[in-house]
């Protein structure tokens, strides 16, 4: 007899449901009120494809326990909460004080912030020499909000060293304007009524400053990962995003 691979078994769940009086959805084979879980995405780029600036071993724990582990406690909240389940994670996102339980409304804040950022954060990563430059409408926005691209740096690099413990360092589009901001632990500048300290907006650029972005290779010496990370960014994703979110 064929072993129960992970399709056949779902198939076999699926086909019990059916015969239990679900209905059937094109395409799926839950009962409709399932939604579907939150799941890994794939990095579009080897583990060691941004060495040396980020290690091989650290950007395997950073996805596959990391962030893997952010979406299991997203997915557990989201299972006690199946209308919630049913929204984009940014919306939910935008408005968690909807959300009146607060030990459903911290893990969605702590996990769904920590899935989001992180599938975030690989995009706008790319192996040096291959992240393209700024558009001229990035260029032209850094230049209008920082002065020059050197000041740009400058700053948000203040940023991410200054955040204390665990967080993130922002470049964001808000009120058509470019500003950087910073947010502690998965926060992000999307958590409308949540974020209180930092600038909300749309996020063009994320920097994960906590210790298990950078430890492995570079210890306690976070300026040095923030100084290496601008070899890695991925210029033509941020463009995508300016030019999106104008
Ligand atoms: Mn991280």
Partial sequence: MKPLTAL?????VGLGALAAGATMVPGRLFAAETPPAHVLPALSYAFDALEPHIDAKTMEIHHDKHHAAYITGLNTALAKAPDLAAQPLETLLASLPAVADESLRTPLRNHGGGHWNHSFFWKTLAPAGKGGEASEEL???IQAAFGSTDDFKKA???AATKRFGSGWAWLILSGGKLKITSTPNQDNPLMNGIVLDADLGTPL?????WEHAYYLHYQNRRADYIGAWWNIVNWTEVSKRLTEAS
């Fill in 8 to 12: 056949n078994r779902r198939q076999f």
């Fill in 139 to 141: 260029a032209v926005a």
């Fill in 156 to 158: 948000f690099g203040e």
């Fill in 205 to 209: 650029l994320g920097l994960d400053v």
